[in-house]
């Protein structure tokens, strides 16, 4: 197999012998500080780097150059994304499920969980209590299963998700987490409406993805690389990748991770969406201890400030997996989308305390949003509930160029704010909202264009008053 990222075969563009010859080159130059600072030069320009300069950066060893590698990563962040932090909650449908995967609680052996799908009405009340928390966007998850989760039930639930308008409630955006599917039924999804379509790679290295995925139709290597592929030529252009950190050694998957975003943008011409970063947890028969690639919060952070790095256009995202302080840490650089009050089992939400029976993994985060939101406010950030994007048709490229041209100030900001002043008014607990309308006040003064200034004050005027949803 030789390596091309033009190839459409997973084993060419996420090729072995290129990643194996990557993390070499890396541990040959990770004290080569003439090289480290000549990547890091490349990297201020913000165009990305390749996974050869990333994974070199990845490995460094030198204290400076690594303080300098979360300089540049945080400078990127604010320059992209600005302060804004877009929040949006889990929604587990099913955790029936027919693959073996050797982390995931949902396995078809584990006997001991109950098996739960949610009715359409019970999806209502799940919307329901979510949309009484706040949330706006939801990524939904499921299990594999053709008989009890096939693609018409996920399609009846996206529509069920959307119709639900509970007091000033609504659900604008809904990502979907679903296993790799057919081109056709990608074309469905699109067709319904999704948002982003997400799917972990779990681990890039072929062998080891085989010995975790042991049964079912995860198994397959290759039906799961290639499935962005399918997704994109089904007319999704925003896709989610991500690895499951912890599977396996982490200077492999991640650069099988840039291999898997420069595939992407070579041969559709626009790179994913977002980037996940999740590490496996404790769940009902897993025990994270059982996985031998574990690695500290340091090297995690690290991880994500290169990824931020490498690929300054791809949004990032960190879940409730995160403790509150690793959470802190990692949104500095460069996380721009968190899940908050995430619960993770089938019907969580409408239940008092957070249950555990069908729990798909521990949740280190367990603030409820109104306390996330004021916890990002007092860390000086903008929680946003924006939806904006794709519903204005801003996807894939489009989504791309308005990063490169600068004007996500004009637009983002203001949206950011927007949704926000919605939130304090329908939502929020009162310290949140006295603390909320002085960050929109602020915030205000730091939209570049006059006119659009005085727009969002009209419009803050007009959702004071009882109007939702503005944007730009
Ligand atoms: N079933 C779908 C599939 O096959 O991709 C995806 C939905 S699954 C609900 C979402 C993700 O949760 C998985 O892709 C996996 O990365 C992650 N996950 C599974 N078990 C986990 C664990 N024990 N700890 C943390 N994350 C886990």
Redesign the pocket.
Known sequence: MKYDRNSLKAEEFINDEEINDTVRYANEHKDDLELIDKILEKAKKRKGLDHRDASVLLACTDASRIRKIYDLAEQIKKDFYGNRIVLFA?L?LS?Y?V?G?L????HIKNKNIPRKKLTQEEVAKEVIALQDMGHKRLAI????DPVNNPIEYILECIDTIYSIRHKNGAIRRVNV????TTVDDYRKLKDAGIGTY???Q?TYNKTEYERLHPTGP?HDYAW?TEAMDRAMDGGIDDVGI???F?LDNYSYEFAGLLMHAEHLEAVHGVGPHTI?V??????DD?D?DDFDNSLDDEMFCRIAACIRIAVPYTGMII?T?ETPEVREKIIRLGVSQISGGSR?SVGGYCEEERPHDTE???VSDNRTLDEVVNWLMRAGYIPSFCTACYREGRTGDRFMELCKSGQIQNCCHPNALMTLKEFLLDYASEDTVRLGDEVIEREIGNIPSSKVQDIVRDRLTRIVEGDRDFRF
């Open positions: 889990p587990y955790n499920c693959n995967c982390y995931c609680p949902y998850e499921a299990g594999e987490n679903i296993a790799a997400i799917l972990f779990e995860k799961h991500g690895v499951l912890g996940s999740p590490r496996v947890k404790r769940a897993i994270p879940s997996r993770t798909q993994f521990d």
